[in-house]
C-alpha cells in the first residue's frame, strides 16, 4: 500500500492540535495557538520519522514517551517536574480515548478502512472520522471531568492558610468547607473561620482570653474595640440561631494548595472552640473565598 508522507504529517498535526487544545481545556492550563501549533508540528515530525527509521519496542516506547513530554513543555511552558507530568496524563487520557472513538466510529461507518501498519492508523483511514472522534471524545472528557470535580468539591479539603497582620504572619491548615457562606453583613466581606488559639502571636493574648466577655458586652465597656478594628459578625449554625463571631481584618492572607492565592479583603472570625476533634484543621474557609482570590503568578 502507499503511504503519502505529507498526509500523514497534516493528519497528525490536525490531530495533535485538536488533542493538545482539549487538554488544555480540560486541565485548565494557559497556552496560546502558535504553542499548539508548534506542537503538534513536532508531533507530525515524529509521526513521520517513525515511518522512516525502524527502531526496538522498547526504544520506540521510551521515544514516544519523551516526544510527549516536550510537546507539552513546548504548549504549555516550561512548569515543574509535578505540572508537567500531570498535563502529560490529560494528554494521553485525551489521547486514549480519541484513539478508541475513532476506532469505533470507523469500525461501525468502515470497517473495510481500517489498515494498520506499525500500530498506526494509516492510509484510508479519513480525517474526517479523526475530527469527528476528537469532538465527541472532547465531550465525553469534558462531562466526565466536570463530574469527577463536582465530587471532589463536595468532599473535605485540606489546605494551608497563612495569615498576615500587623506584620506578623501564621500558617494553619485550613478546611475547604462548600457550607461556609459567612459574610460580614454591611461590608459583604468573605470570613474566614478561625480557632481562637490559632490566632496566638498575631493577636493579643488578653484580647483572646477575653472572646467571651467581650461578646456579653462586658469588654466593650471598659475598652474601645474600635481602637483594634475588630467587627462583630452574625452567624447561624446547627443548634444556634443567633451566634456572635468577633472578626478583624488582615493585611492579606495566602492559600496554599495546588496554586497560591491571596486575599487583602477577607476578614478573620474568631471561633471560641475546636473546629476539628483530631485537629486536622484550625480554620474554615468557602468556595467564594477561592473563587474570588488572585493567583499569585498573576499578580507578580
Not at 513546548?74 to 494528554?91: D, H, N, Q, T
Not at 475513532?102 to 469500525?107: E, G, Q, W
Not at 452574625?234 to 486575599?263: H, M, Q, T, W
Not at 487583602?264 to 474568631?270: A, E, F, H, T
Request: hydrophobic share 50%; charged share 20%.
Amino acid at each position: 500500500m502507499t503511504i503519502y508522507l505529507d498526509v500523514v504529517f497534516f493528519e497528525n498535526v490536525v490531530l495533535n492540535y485538536i488533542i493538545i487544545l482539549s487538554t488544555a481545556i480540560i486541565s485548565k492550563s494557559k497556552t496560546n495557538v502558535k504553542r499548539i501549533v508548534l506542537s503538534s508540528v513536532v508531533g507530525g515530525i515524529f509521526a513521520i520519522l517513525n515511518y522512516i527509521v525502524n527502531l526496538e519496542l522498547l526504544m520506540s516506547i521510551l521515544l514516544k514517551v519523551s516526544i510527549s513530554f516536550i510537546m507539552i513543555m513546548i504548549a504549555f511552558g516550561k512548569y515543574s517536574i509535578k505540572k508537567v507530568l500531570r498535563e502529560v496524563i490529560f494528554f494521553y487520557l485525551v489521547s486514549f480515548t480519541f484513539g478508541g472513538i475513532a476506532f469505533m466510529l470507523l469500525f461501525f461507518i468502515n470497517p473495510n478502512n481500517i489498515v494498520v501498519v506499525k500500530n498506526h492508523f494509516v492510509g484510508t483511514y479519513p480525517l474526517k472520522i479523526a475530527v469527528l472522534a476528537g469532538i465527541v471524545g472532547f465531550i465525553i472528557i469534558a462531562i466526565v471531568t466536570k463530574i469527577i470535580r463536582d465530587r471532589i468539591n463536595k468532599k473535605i479539603m485540606i489546605c494551608e492558610l497563612e495569615i498576615f497582620y500587623n506584620g506578623k504572619t501564621k500558617k494553619i491548615k485550613t478546611l475547604l468547607d462548600t457550607g461556609n457562606l459567612l459574610k460580614e453583613p454591611i461590608s459583604n466581606a468573605d470570613v474566614v473561620i478561625v480557632e481562637k488559639d490559632s490566632l496566638e502571636g498575631i493577636v493579643s493574648n488578653s484580647f483572646l482570653e477575653d472572646i467571651a466577655f467581650i461578646l456579653q458586652g462586658k469588654w466593650i465597656e471598659e475598652n474601645n474595640i474600635r481602637e483594634y478594628k475588630f467587627k462583630l459578625v452574625p452567624f447561624s449554625s446547627l443548634g444556634n440561631d443567633n451566634g456572635l463571631l468577633i472578626a478583624f481584618k488582615p493585611d492579606y492572607i495566602k492559600i496554599y494548595g495546588e496554586e497560591e492565592f491571596v486575599r487583602n479583603d477577607v476578614l478573620i472570625g474568631i471561633y471560641d472552640g475546636k473546629l476539628s476533634r483530631n485537629n486536622m484543621y484550625t480554620s474554615l474557609i468557602g468556595l467564594d473565598i477561592l473563587k474570588n482570590s488572585k493567583n499569585i503568578k498573576e499578580t507578580v
